[in-house]
């Protein structure tokens, strides 16, 4: 049973497009996030929200707009994709604000 | 902010070897010190943790020690093992915060040779 699912796996896009990726969990957790993962493997925090509301909203271009419809589902839409929002996206939850647990990963990549 | 420095960048051992992994942060006020492990083409997982309030904490094979003082904490992974190999993050949360914003190290890529 899948703690905390993504969709899409992959995505595939042109530059200029805009593009949503959905996140959810079924652990009960009240806070998610969304981290960005580069080519070099780094883990930056981008957002987080604690019962649909956002508590962190780090320094990221206001293309990147998130959306927490209920406390289980956070999703990420990003506009006027550019060859720099290349990465891994990964959703995360937490009960405590301590342990996360992450999804499978979105591999976004912009032509 | 909280910013983490985690060393070395690669490391390889021999199997049944061991490894350590160094990790230093900025904020004093940092409580909590999780480490992860990420596969290749895998989702980071939590592998072991430990508070502020301890200095050590050990789960089999893998231990983690804390040093408050000189803001700076270990991984230990003892008799490795080839399955071992992973890029492995160490993290600190941001001033007791509630909300846990972490901030992640560089990570260390660990290679065990069979």
């Known amino acids: 049973d899948t703690a905390v699912s993504q969709t899409p796996k992959y995505l595939v896009t042109q530059m200029g497009n805009d593009k949503s990726i959905k996140c959810e969990q079924n652990?009960?957790?009240?806070?998610m996030y969304w981290y960005k993962q580069d080519s070099k493997k780094f883990l930056k925090i981008m957002f987080s929200?604690?019962?649909?509301?956002?508590?962190i909203n780090e320094t990221v271009p206001n293309r990147f707009s998130p959306k927490s419809p209920d406390k289980a589902h956070l999703n990420l839409h990003i506009n006027s994709l550019e060859l720099g929002d290349s990465a891994v996206y990964f959703c995360?939850?937490?009960?405590?604000?301590?342990?996360?647990?992450f999804g499978p990963g979105t591999r976004l990549t912009v032509l | 902010g909280e910013n983490v420095e985690q060393h070395p960048s690669t490391l390889s051992v021999q199997e049944g070897d061991s490894a350590v992994i160094k990790c230093t942060y900025s904020d004093s006020a940092s409580n909590y010190f999780p480490w992860y492990k990420q596969e290749l083409g895998k989702r980071p997982q939590l592998i072991i943790d430990?508070?502020?309030?301890?200095g050590e904490k050990k789960d089999q094979r893998i231990a983690v020690t804390l040093n408050k003082t000189a803001k700076h904490f270990s991984l230990h992974i003892t008799e490795t093992q080839p399955e071992d190999s992973a890029v492995y993050f160490c993290a600190a949360n941001a001033g007791g915060t509630s909300y846990g914003k972490l901030t992640f190290g560089q990570g260390t890529i660990l290679t065990v040779h069979p």
């Open positions: 430990i508070r502020s309030n301890v």
């Open positions: 929200y604690n019962n649909k509301e956002l508590i």
């Open positions: 652990l009960g957790h009240d806070t």
């Open positions: 995360a939850s937490s009960y405590t604000g301590e342990e996360q647990f």
